[in-house]
C-alpha cells in the first residue's frame, strides 16, 4: 500500500513538474479584444498633462532656461477597471511621469537645453528583435534617445538613432555626443512633440510611452488670431492605440510574421482599445463654445479618420508643426502617425447633448479591416447646457493664418531627386523587412541636399501600404500625387536597377491625379504616401517663414535622417540617412 501510494504521489508531482514547465498560452487577438470590450467607454475624465514652461520671464522679456527631463519606469492607470500598467515615461521625477510626458512650452527665438536622463531599468519591459539592427549594449540596459520631431535643430541635438544611451550614459551609442541637447525654436511657431528613436528600438519604446508634446509660442503671430486659450479651452489630445493582457500589462507580440527570419518583428502594431492622453475611451465635459485642440496620433502605425458622431465640422487651422494660410472646414480629418491637426470646434453649434469623435480609417491603411466597435471611437464630448454665468465666448477662427504657409513655388528648386519605397516578403507572401531606395540605413547617404536650399522629391510607392514619410530638420509640401500605371512592369524593372529615370518613371507616373487635402497645405514634416502612387513633394532645407539659412552647422555629425513614422517599419529598415553640405 505504502508503495502504491508513494507511486501515486510521485506520479502527481511529475504531472505538476510538467505543467510548471509547459510553455503559457499564446496570447490571442480574441483574448486582447475581450479585455478591451470589458472596459466600459467613457467613464475616465481626459487627462490633462502637466506642463513645463521652457523659458522664464525677464524685464518683460523671455530669456533661456535648462531643464532636466528623466525617463522613469512606474504603472500607469489606462482606465478605472484596468489594473496598474507597467510604462516607461518621461518626467521632471518618477512621482510627476506621465504618460504621455509632459507638454513643454518653448518660446520662438529662446534657446532651450534640456538633458535628457535615463533612469530605466536593465531589461524592457517588451520584447524586441535583434534580427533587425539594434541598439544592444554590452552592459544591458535600455537604450534610448530623445528626437524632437518637426524641430530645426543642430545635428547633434536631433536624436540621431546611432546616439542611443542607457541608464546614467554606462553605455553609449557610437554617435553620441552629448547629455544635453540645444533647441533654437528659430521656426516658425506650432506643434512639436518629443519621442524616443533608438535604433530598432523605436516602437518598443514609443508603446512602452515615451512620448510628450512641444509647442512653440509667437506671441507676434498667435494673439492676433485670438484662437480659443487658456488652459480650458486649448487642449492638447494625443491618441495612442494600445493593447492589454489581462494583468493590465501591455501587449507587444512576441512572435514574429516570419518567425525563421524575425523571431518577434511584425510589420505593424494595431491595438483594441483607443486612448487619449493616457486613458482608454475618455469624456471631456465642455461649454457651448468655441474649443481649439491639437491633435497627435501618436500610434505606432495606426492611421485616423476623425470625425464627430454629431456632424460637427472641423476648422483646421494647422497642420504638424505649421498654420495654415487660411483655416478649412471639414467634416473629417485623416491623420497618419506622427501627424498633428490643429483644429477649432464650436459645440455652440451642436443640436446634440453629446458627440463621440469617431474613426473609420481602415487597418493597415487604405485597404485593411475596417474599424468596429472598439478601434471606431476614440472620445466623447459631452455638451453642457449653457450657463448665464459663464464669460461670453471672444475666440474666432480667423478668416486668414500665416502668409508663408502655402508657398510650394518649385522655381528655386535646385536638384530633383526620386524616393522610391520597397517592401520584401517571403516566399509565403509576408513581409520581411522594408528599405527606402533598396539600400540599408547602415549604407552611405544618398540624399546630400545644400543646407539653405529647395529640391523637389518624388516619392515613389511600389508596396500595399500608405506610408507617412517624416524628414527630420527639413520641412516639405506634397503638390502632386499620380497613379502609376503598368504598375507591375514598373516595379519589375525597379526590382532590377533601382533607377527610377532607367525604368521611365515618366512614362507610368500618368494615371489619375489624387487631390491634396486642403487641409495639409502647408510647410509639414510628415506627408502621406500614397501606394501605387508617385507623390511630387517640395522640400526646404531653410527656414520657411523668412527664407533664410539655418543659424548653426548643418553640415555636422551625426546628420540626419528620413524615414517612414509607422515605428514597425522604421526599425526594419524603412529609413535613411540625410546630410547637408555646408
Known amino acids: 500500500m505504502r508503495i502504491k501510494l508513494r507511486l501515486v504521489l510521485l506520479l502527481l508531482q511529475l504531472v505538476a513538474l510538467a505543467a510548471a514547465k509547459a510553455p503559457p498560452s499564446p496570447v490571442t487577438e480574441q483574448i486582447l479584444r475581450k479585455v478591451a470590450g470589458s472596459l466600459q467607454m467613457y467613464v475616465d475624465p481626459l487627462p490633462r498633462m502637466p506642463q513645463i514652461v521652457g523659458y522664464r520671464t525677464q524685464r518683460g522679456g523671455a530669456a533661456s532656461v535648462s531643464l532636466t527631463i528623466g525617463m522613469y519606469q512606474k504603472t500607469w492607470k489606462f482606465h478605472r477597471d484596468l489594473p496598474p500598467t507597467p510604462v516607461f515615461v518621461y518626467g521632471t521625477s518618477a512621482d510627476a511621469a506621465t504618460f504621455p510626458g509632459p507638454t513643454i512650452i518653448a518660446r520662438h527665438g529662446v534657446p532651450l537645453s534640456v538633458t535628457w536622463e535615463n533612469n530605466l531599468p536593465d531589461r524592457h519591459i517588451l520584447p524586441f528583435d535583434l534580427t533587425i539592427p539594434t541598439a544592444n549594449p554590452a552592459s544591458g540596459g535600455v537604450p534610448t534617445v530623445v528626437h524632437l520631431h518637426g524641430s530645426v535643430h543642430p545635428p547633434q541635438s536631433d536624436g540621431s538613432a546611432l546616439a542611443w544611451f542607457t541608464a546614467g550614459f554606462r553605455e553609449v551609442g557610437p554617435k553620441w555626443t552629448q547629455a544635453t541637447y540645444g ?339 502647408t510647410w509639414k514634416n510628415v506627408v502621406k504616401i500614397e501606394p501605387g502612387h508617385t507623390t511630387t513633394v517640395v522640400v526646404a532645407f531653410k527656414l520657411v517663414d523668412t527664407n533664410q539659412t539655418y543659424p548653426f552647422d548643418a553640415s555636422a555629425e551625426p546628420g540626419y535622417v528620413y524615414h517612414c513614422h509607422i515605428l514597425d517599419h522604421e526599425d526594419n529598415a524603412m529609413i535613411r540617412p540625410l546630410r547637408l553640405l555646408p
Not at 510589420?267 to 471631456?284: C, D, H, M, Q, S
Not at 456632424?311 to 487651422?317: A, E, G, R, S, Y
Not at 471611437?377 to 478668416?399: A, E, G
Not at 539653405?452 to 516619392?459: A, F, N, P, R
Request: charged share 15%.
Open 183 to 521: 533647441y533654437p525654436n528659430v521656426q516658425p511657431p506650432g506643434n512639436l512633440w518629443y519621442h524616443d528613436h533608438a535604433l530598432g528600438l523605436t516602437r518598443a519604446n514609443l508603446l512602452a510611452g515615451l512620448l510628450g508634446a512641444y509647442v512653440i509660442e509667437k506671441p507676434s503671430v498667435d494673439d492676433p488670431l485670438q484662437l480659443p486659450c487658456g488652459d480650458q479651452y486649448d487642449l492638447h489630445l494625443i491618441i495612442a492605440d494600445r493593447s492589454f493582457n489581462v494583468d493590465g500589462s501591455l501587449f507587444m507580440n512576441s512572435t514574429g510574421n516570419n518567425p525563421s527570419v524575425h523571431p518577434q518583428w511584425q510589420p505593424e502594431y494595431f491595438g483594441e482599445a483607443i486612448t487619449v492622453n493616457g486613458k482608454a475611451w475618455p469624456y471631456l465635459n465642455v461649454k457651448r463654445r468655441k474649443y481649439r485642440f491639437r491633435i497627435l496620433n501618436s500610434s505606432n502605425a495606426r492611421y485616423f479618420r476623425l470625425a464627430l458622431s454629431n456632424n460637427l465640422p472641423f476648422d483646421v487651422i494647422g497642420s504638424d508643426s505649421s498654420y495654415l494660410s487660411s483655416p478649412v472646414k471639414t467634416p473629417t480629418i485623416i491623420l497618419a502617425p506622427a501627424e498633428i491637426a490643429d483644429v477649432v470646434i464650436d459645440f455652440s453649434q451642436s443640436t446634440t447633448t453629446s458627440a463621440e469623435l469617431i474613426n473609420d480609417a481602415p487597418s493597415p491603411y487604405p485597404t485593411g479591416t475596417v474599424p468596429g466597435a472598439l478601434d471606431g471611437k476614440v472620445m466623447k464630448f459631452i455638451i453642457l447646457p449653457c450657463n448665464p454665468s459663464d464669460p461670453p465666448d471672444n475666440s474666432t477662427v480667423p478668416p486668414k493664418c500665416v502668409p508663408y504657409a502655402g508657398s510650394t513655388a518649385t522655381g528655386d528648386v535646385t536638384k530633383t531627386r526620386y524616393i522610391t519605397m520597397y517592401e520584401y516578403q517571403s516566399d509565403a507572401g509576408t513581409p520581411t523587412h522594408l528599405y527606402i531606395n533598396g539600400l540599408r540605413f547602415e549604407d552611405p547617404a544618398t540624399e546630400t541636399p545644400k543646407s539653405g536650399t529647395t529640391e523637389l522629391w518624388h516619392v515613389i510607392n511600389l508596396t500595399n501600404d500608405n506610408h507617412p514619410l517624416h524628414i527630420h530638420l527639413g520641412m516639405f509640401q506634397a503638390i502632386k500625387v499620380q497613379e502609376l500605371v503598368d504598375q507591375a512592369t514598373f516595379k519589375s524593372c525597379m526590382t532590377l536597377q533601382n533607377d527610377a529615370v532607367r525604368c521611365n518613371v515618366t512614362a507610368h507616373a500618368v494615371g489619375n491625379v489624387l487631390p491634396v487635402a486642403d487641409y495639409e497645405k
